[in-house]
């Protein structure tokens, strides 16, 4: 995950480790959980070039769109990978703080 998100930030990059192959994927989603126990899905895009310690295809990103942060707080976060063999797969849960906008 990436830190140091503010409130109402747009554009922001959240990464997703996966520490699985995610390259014969039918769809992949993230469940973000707000402070107050609300919780989104969005559509992160996997990504099949390694970047610093994440490997190629294990893990995905999401930027971040209008109305998507919008507490300040501990924020959790948790992938799920579908494919047609069929196969489900979860990532381990992660937090990240988001701050107060300016």
Known sequence: MSGNIKVGEIGRRIYF???YDMSGASSVS???TKPSGVEI???PTVQGVAFGSYL???YATYDTQAGDIDE???WSACLTYNDSTPKTYHSDDDTFVVDAGC
């Open 17 to 19: 480790a996966a520490n």
């Open 30 to 32: 993230a469940k973000l």
């Open 41 to 43: 899905t969005v559509v």
């Open 56 to 58: 190629a295809n294990q």
């Open 72 to 74: 300040a707080g501990t």
